[in-house]
């Protein structure tokens, strides 16, 4: 499969989120998603498409993988690796599909905190508030 249809198929769910046709819902991370894992999750959102669940999350590393540690990559014990990441969610909560980084993903995931955070709304409130002495 090429990236190009990965592409393709990422902005189309970012599009479809930012008309309000995919509705994300922000949940627990599910259990089978980080067994065995050096990384945290610090969010989780959930939609379904075509009863597909698709799952939504950031992806943070420290230290980075043992293989670039092994490798004595410059750089590589000096910051966290953050990745968004989109997957095919299965029944019993198991990924079933990873979809290749992109910055469309990384769109999406902005996108989708900035909705559940009603980000536009508190500045709407914030900004109509006192106005601001800004010299």
Do not use: C
């Amino acid at each position: 499969m090429s990236d190009d249809k990965f592409d393709q198929a990422a902005f189309k769910i970012f599009r479809m989120t930012h008309e309000d046709e995919l509705k994300w819902v922000s949940k627990p991370l599910p259990r089978t998603l980080a067994p065995g894992s050096d990384s945290l999750f610090p969010v989780y959102f959930e939609t379904t498409y075509q009863g597909r669940r698709l799952g939504l999350f950031q992806e943070r590393s420290w230290p980075p993988s043992r293989e670039a540690r092994m490798a004595g990559l410059d750089g590589a014990g000096d910051a966290w690796r953050t990745a968004a990441r989109l997957v095919l969610i299965g029944e019993h909560d198991e990924i079933m599909f990873v979809f290749p980084p992109s910055r469309q993903i990384n769109g999406l995931l902005d996108a989708v905190r900035y909705k559940d955070a009603n980000v536009g709304e508190f500045l709407d409130e914030l900004l109509k508030s006192e106005p601001v002495d800004v010299k």
